[in-house]
């Protein structure tokens, strides 16, 4: 005979229900916090999105990691290049192959000295060296920070002249095109928070020439930075400090574990003494400025991590675009 079913019988299936339902959400939660590209608070790994470049096609490289990528970009034939048509400098476009594999490029190659630059968002700059080899500094320096939004970029002579070689992003805008067509950022979230690492690196790199031409978006909402020929200059101070407000984790920890002695010997051959001394001096003042902030407004309001929710309201980029000395076209670059 079946038993009925007392109060008591009632009360602890509905204590087992609940406790399930709490395993549920907590699971749910930790895979959503634990989202790309940072660190799993858990268990300590990195959590990184699968990053996958593109040939001509549009179809998958088979590259592994920046390491084949760079090997590829100084090693494989020059099957044919054509002038991108913008930009003081006439960069272009490179078809490169080998082994059967083959990837756009871009080719800069532009070395001079200016005394006074106007920048984009006004003000001016002074003796900026407009150089190629900015590029491939640019590059080294980011994945000496561990942020992997800067193209695989080498140094590499083509028919007798001197250049930087960087792969070319596959599918994407740029930030202007964005605007101009009117189209809004798949996830606004995303976007400022990738804007305002944005700003943490150009400070960090004191590039004078940011704008909405050297800004790819890839079509997962992905921003690409790009063009970092003005950059590197002798300016020790911070060209903008009160537009740092907030920085990714990852970006914050690269920052904090940035080691002198390393940066000194990957771009001291490069730079020179005097500018690696300016990058080493902004630097510090980038870290105390986020220190800074970090005291005033409390950690979370200044360090995110992308993929965690938020309630931040944010708001459309409505800025029209800068016309500087490379405005790209759709393609890129």
């Known amino acids: 005979m079946m038993r009925r079913m007392q109060p008591s019988d009632v009360y602890t299936a509905g204590l087992v229900l609940l406790q399930a339902l709490l395993v549920v959400s907590a699971t749910s939660t930790a895979v959503l916090a634990a989202g790309p590209p ?15 470049w593109l040939d001509p096609e549009g179809h998958p490289l088979p590259f592994q990691d920046h390491a084949e990528i760079v090997d590829f970009l100084r090693h494989a034939t020059v099957v044919s290049t054509r002038a991108i048509g913008t930009g003081v400098t006439n960069p272009q476009q490179l078809l490169l192959e080998a082994s059967g594999i083959q990837a756009h490029a871009i080719f800069r190659y532009g070395d001079t000295n200016q005394r006074e630059l106007r920048r984009p968002g006004g003000g001016t700059a002074r003796w900026v060296h407009d150089s190629y080899l900015n590029e491939v500094v640019a590059f ?83 921003l690409w930075l790009i063009d970092h020929t003005r950059a590197f200059g002798r300016q020790r101070a911070l060209l903008d400090p009160e537009r740092i407000t907030r920085c990714s984790r990852r970006l914050w920890q690269g920052l904090q574990a940035l080691d002198e002695r390393v940066v000194t ?27 800074a902030e970090i005291a005033r407004r409390g950690e979370a309001m200044v360090i995110f991590s992308y993929g965690a929710s938020s309630f931040e309201i944010v708001r459309p980029p409505t800025q029209p675009p800068e016309t500087d000395h490379q405005q790209p076209a759709r393609e890129q670059h």
């Open 140 to 222: 080294e320096l980011a994945q000496l920070l561990g942020i992997d939004n800067v193209p695989p970029t080498v140094e590499r002579t083509i028919d007798g002249v001197p250049g930087s070689v960087q792969l070319w992003i596959e599918g994407t805008v740029t930030e202007g095109d964005q605007l101009n067509t009117g189209q809004q950022p798949k996830d606004l979230v995303s976007w400022h928070r990738q804007v305002a690492d944005r700003q943490v690196f150009d400070e960090l790199i004191g590039n004078v020439d940011r704008n909405q031409g050297n800004t790819l978006i890839d079509p997962n909402g992905r």
């Open 265 to 291: 010997e990957r771009l001291l051959p490069t730079l020179g003494k005097q500018r690696l001394r300016s990058l080493l001096a902004r630097h510090s003042k980038l870290i105390e400025r986020i220190e």
């Open 38 to 52: 940072e660190q799993n608070t858990t268990t300590g790994q990195q959590v990184t999105a699968p990053q996958q």
